[in-house]
């Protein structure tokens, strides 16, 4: 059974930190690509981060320089560290794995529960 379980989510005042964990189990960790995905109310889920199982990442625009995805192969377990966080960060903050090749996903995608994020004074 795959589960994905993040962890860290919180409330945090603006221009704050904050660090996402999302530890995977049920999965080869360490071939799948990890993705931040976050939802605000009445808006659309969007990427806000990923890693490919090489390590490689990209960002959404909107966190470029603030935010940072890494990921820890023995531990099964992807972070975001999010830094000078704004009200505009607020959302439900939610893991995601899948494995793909050529270009098409063939594992996955399996997604976590969500964490809250809020940042408000």
């Known amino acids: 059974q795959v589960q994905l379980v993040e962890s860290g989510g919180g409330l945090v005042q603006p221009g704050g930190s904050l660090r996402l964990s999302c530890a995977t189990s049920?999965?080869?960790?360490?071939?799948?690509?990890m993705g931040w995905y976050r939802q605000a109310p009445g808006k659309q889920r969007e990427l806000v981060a990923g890693i490919t199982s090489n390590g490689s990442t990209k960002y959404a625009d909107s966190v470029k320089g603030r935010f940072t995805i890494s990921r820890d192969n023995a531990k099964n377990t992807v972070y975001l560290q999010m830094n000078s966080l704004k009200p505009e960060d607020t959302a439900v903050y939610y893991c995601?794995?899948?494995?793909?090749?050529?270009?098409?996903?063939?594992?996955?995608?399996?997604w976590g529960q969500g964490t809250q994020v809020t940042v408000s004074s």
């Open positions: 995601n794995a899948d494995q793909r090749r050529m270009g098409l996903i063939v594992g996955g995608p399996y």
């Open positions: 049920g999965i080869i960790f360490s071939i799948y690509g």
